[in-house]
Structures are given as C-alpha cells and as structure tokens.
C-alpha cells in the first residue's frame, strides 16, 4: 500500500537512507531539510541522481518555523522525525540552539502533526544520552573494556531518566513530548532511542559519528584524538537494520504505538571505541595507526549498551549485520567514496 511519508531531516545520513528505502518500496516521499548539516547536500543529490529528480519532492525548511511545517504535514500518513542537532559538545557550546532546534523543533513537528487532524504516525529518534551518566548502574573496568554488572543484556526503557549535558536535555525533551502527544491526544508517537548507529552516507565528524569519522580519518590522512582511556563500549547498529526497525514499528501501529525502544546492536554486537576498534581499522586499512588521547567529554557514558529484548519480543526484529561485518561495509563505501570527504 502506497503511503505518503514526510522525512524531516531527510537528507541527512539516516534520512537519506531511510528514504531511500522508502523509494525502493515506490512510496511518496517528502524531504524536509534545511542542508545545514555536513553530507546533507551530497545526500541529496545522490537521491536524485539514485532515484529521479521527480521521484520525491524536496522542501528547503528548518523545523524551527511551524508554518512551513504546517504546510509540509498535510496529506501526510507518516512523519519521521529526523532532523536536530546531534552532538553533545555542539550543545555545550551553544545550549540556546540547541535547545530551539531538538525541543522547539520537535514541538513544533508535533503541533503540526496535531492541527492536521490526519493522526500520521510519527516516529522520532531520540537517544541513550537521556540516561545521563547512569551512576546507579555498576559498572567493571576490564583490561580492554567495560561491563555493566548486573545488566548483562543491555539497558531497557525502565532505566531512570537522567538529561546529562544540553543535548540530553534538548532530546530528552522532545522524547517526552512526543510520547505524551500518544497519551493526551491519541496521535501514533513511536520513540527510538538509539545506541550507535553507522553505515554508508554518514559524514561523521569528531564530535558526532565516531565510527565513520575514525574511518574517514584514516582514509584522508587526518589525526585521531581518543577522548578518554578508549575502553568506552558501545552496541554498534548498521544503517539497514534501524531501517528495518522503523518499517516494522510503521506496519504494525497497533502494537508499536506509544511505545518507546531502546535500540541498537545489542549485547552481541559491543565493541570498546578504540581498543576493539582500532585493532579493527588497521586490519581494513593495512597499517598502524596513531592516534593521541584527549580529556574525557561531558556526559559520555564509560559504557553504553542498549537491551533491545522488548523491541525484539513486540516487532519480531533483531539485527542481522554483525558489528565487524558492519564496519568493514562502512569501510568499503568510505573508501570507493574517499572523493566525498574531501
């Protein structure tokens, strides 16, 4: 059943990838993008050249003006959320911004969606960062890693919330609002909180994107600073399994409606940032790599592991794409893309 679908954000690395998905399954597709964000516009013209310029229409428009948003909602039957600022220290610096960007921005989705009166199924990507810092939850430092002590699959939705840093007070806002408009106004929210996501399209940079940016560092000869010890874990979920997920939570709304699902690759696909990873690069890159060690951030998690069992036991889905084959797809796109990253 063909559906229309508004994609804020769209031409950004998970946008873009999602409507490209969308395309293959000949929906009708809108992008809603200011192209502010770094690959945005590349992005963009990959669609179109991919797909057709007329096979999608492209709205240049920031979440922050409702109007605009009002127009773009019409007709809708589906609103993915994706747009917003993405890095914790982008937020530390200019917390204003960030703030009208991830919790305005995302208001205003919600109001437009309400005044449309259509009830569109709206997804949104929030983010582990509405956890905080989790001091609660024991955690063993291990020779190459960290490990949660009494959370062997992972953290679930029951985990105290904990806005850490401007950025997860900005997300965390937003992740709330959208779960209440489910329970005040009855609109079909879906919240994603998402662990590590990667894959092809993604233009990571050093404060966002860690596993791409340490790629596209290795390929065009930039340094590589560790901030922290390296032993940070995280679960690493592939670009094409996410998608999976949204369209499983978009099929089946009587189960996926108003729910929340932590994400990402789960137990089995962990990795520590740099003393799994970078073992890991040098082998795809065929040489030894240096890199310096920095201070520790505000709000990064020593770990952090999503325990995806409930989205697994109400959608039927679970990762398919290993974390090592995962990084050696990115790694391969990256590199028959090196023209890209300049």
Not at 266 to 281: M, R, T, V
Not at 316 to 325: F, L, Q
Request: proline share 4%; aromatic share 12%.
């Amino acid at each position: 059943m063909t559906k229309n679908y508004l994609v804020t954000g769209g031409a950004g690395f998970i946008g873009s990838n999602f409507a490209a998905h969308l395309l293959d399954k000949n929906q009708n597709v809108v992008i809603f993008d200011n192209l502010s964000r770094n690959g945005s516009k590349l992005n963009l013209s990959w669609l179109r050249e991919k797909y057709g310029q007329d096979a999608f229409h492209f709205i240049e428009g920031d979440i922050r003006n409702s109007d605009a948003l009002e127009k773009a909602v019409e007709k809708m039957d589906v609103v993915a959320h994706f747009a917003g600022q993405v890095a914790v220290t982008t937020s530390v610096l200019n917390p204003k911004e960030d703030f009208e960007v991830n919790a305005s921005g995302t208001l205003n989705v919600l109001e437009a969606v309400r005044k449309s009166n259509r009830q569109p199924i709206v997804l949104y990507t929030s983010t582990n960062k509405v956890y905080g810092g989790m001091e609660n939850v024991r955690v063993i430092e291990r020779e190459n890693d960290y490990a949660y002590a009494d959370y062997p699959q992972g953290i679930n939705e029951n985990q105290l919330l904990d806005f850490h840093s401007p950025y997860g007070c900005s997300k965390g806002t937003g992740d709330q609002y959208v779960r209440d408009y489910y329970r005040i106004y009855g609109i079909p929210t879906i919240v994603f909180r998402q662990s590590a996501i990667y894959g092809p399209r993604q233009f990571g940079v050093e404060d966002q994107g860690w596993v791409s940016w340490f790629i596209i560092a290795v390929l065009t000869g930039k340094p590589i600073t560790i901030y922290g010890n390296g032993k940070q874990v995280r679960d690493l979920l592939y670009i094409e399994d996410l998608v999976r997920a949204y369209s499983e939570a978009i099929h089946h709304p009587e189960i996926a409606a108003g729910k929340i699902y932590n994400i990402g690759g789960g137990a089995e696909n962990c990795i520590s940032i740099w003393k799994d990873f970078g073992p890991i690069l040098e082998s795809l890159c065929g040489h030894p790599i240096e890199v310096a060690f920095g201070d520790w951030r505000p709000g990064d998690q020593v770990i952090y592991v999503s325990d995806i069992r409930k989205i697994k036991q109400e959608l039927g889905w679970t990762p398919v794409i290993s974390a090592k084959e995962g990084i050696a797809r990115l790694y391969s796109w990256a590199s028959a893309n090196r023209n890209l990253f300049g």
